[in-house]
């Protein structure tokens, strides 16, 4: 923390360690413990430097360890930009008018896993948590996607987990985007193509009831999934994959050498040259 | 608030007053102003409380207004779950055991809108924000989606307010994930083929430098999109789509009687029966 003098004032006033970003904004990581009063002191004199400055939006990062701060930033005009369990980001613009900030994270996204075997069963669960619970429903291994994670991986993971089951990622063949089943958050929901490597089903102690490879027509007569529109959908949308009658979308691992451009793309690979892997081929 | 005695304890004890969820959860909305002590007290004898009953996850969400009270809850074990600009999400799991609790949205989600009108030129637009500020690129109009807003609707939201073209959704034509732009979450940015259905640009003042219409030929040659794989990648789809020879993802809306159903399914329409409109029609 450097000091400075400021014009009006003898006393030294302490400032806030800041690093810039790349829209004239400053960013504070809190990791000292201070009493609250200090804190604000400390605030107030760097909200005038920054805005001398000409600075526009403040953040501030607060560990969980140091709680006894945010009343002080909330008290300086601060407000809540996001939270996760070990921090909560704070936000100040120093500007007249209305602030440019991000927009916080706005959406879960989830995947289903679409597993087929050689006699033509699909792969299927039931979970022990849930609204689903103790009602026998047989449906996809279902599962969030972390933050980091890339949607095809999380197929991969999700399936291996629930089911212990290898398979290899083919297409995304679908989306769902919903809202308001969490807050006033949005949700997307990737309907997954796999390719199983292997077929002997361990069930997930922790989340799993059971598991087991199912005949086609046993999971879509099931009244859970009679009454979903979007589930009926699907299924038949993945039947039409498998007898080359559709085609998703495939990964395409980005080539780029900027790091915030790593990831994937997906893009229909019927139209691809040199052409993805977007066939379903099962051991004879 | 209803009082408790504890069989303990002589003096009553009021208890937060909360609701259930569908996970054998509890769910207090605080606001009413109370000294952090007071807080504090009904907090220990609620918790007591929801561990007979045999609650699992706690939720506090506690309006920016009633700040003085994180501190306290934090104190008595709770962390964060999530924030925004009015109210913070406090947690707290009663069982032994890591928590089953739900996690927070991971993903940013955004539109890339191309654009082109008979003259086979593409609306592009100059930021006058960002880190393209001053540096005379042309890119498709982009932005974000809000929770709760429709991918489809936000793409024609984007467009109309930022050049006032108005604009017909047709595809989602591809998407891309990528991590670590924002903290740790993750983006979602979907490229949308949409019709014009006006041509007279008026260029957004607060965030558009410039926009006009402009020969695909003379976007793609910007060393802008030379130097970015996705951004070419996307290009020459948008161009393959244009001349039939691609085929990407129309919304559906859902038909379902089920609210956290409602929204819009993306699939490929080439399949759908009866056709969804997923060609690109300009006038003569």
């Not at 000091?3 to 960013?27: C, P």
């Not at 790593?262 to 019927?270: A, F, M, P, Q, T």
Request: aromatic content about 10%.
């Amino acid at each position: 923390m450097e000091k400075i003098i400021d014009e009006n004032e003898v006393e030294q006033v302490k400032l806030l360690a800041a690093i810039n970003d790349d829209h004239e904004g400053a960013i504070v990581e809190l990791s000292e413990p201070m009493h609250p009063e200090d804190f604000a002191s400390m605030l107030r004199a760097s909200i005038a430097h920054w805005r001398k400055q000409g600075k526009r939006g403040v953040w501030i990062k607060v560990p969980i360890e140091l709680v006894n701060l945010v009343e002080a930033a909330v008290k300086e005009g601060f407000w809540y930009h996001h939270a996760e369990p070990k921090y909560l980001m704070l936000i100040y613009w120093i500007p007249e008018g209305t602030h440019t900030l991000p927009a916080n994270a706005s959406h879960r996204v989830g995947i289903g896993a679409f597993v087929m075997n050689e006699k033509r069963e699909v792969l299927v669960v039931q979970e022990k948590n849930g609204i689903l619970r103790g009602k026998g429903v047989w449906k996809f291994p279902t599962g969030t996607v972390d933050e980091g994670e890339d949607i095809c991986a999380a197929a991969v993971r999700e399936v291996k987990e629930e089911t212990d089951i290898d398979a290899e990622f083919v297409e995304v063949l679908a989306f769902r985007q919903s809202h308001g089943e969490f807050f006033d958050k949005s949700d997307l929901c990737f309907i997954c193509l796999l390719q199983p490597l292997s077929f002997d089903i361990q069930k997930q102690e922790s989340e799993i009831d059971a598991a087991q490879w199912m005949p086609l027509d046993e999971y879509r007569a099931q009244p859970f999934v009679q009454k979903s529109e979007p589930l009926k959908y699907f299924f038949d949308l993945c039947l039409a994959k498998i007898d080359n009658k559709y085609s998703g979308f495939s990964p395409v691992p980005n080539t780029s050498n900027i790091p915030d451009e790593k990831g994937y793309l997906y893009v229909n690979s019927r139209y691809l040259s040199p052409p993805v892997r977007s066939g379903y081929h099962l051991p004879a």
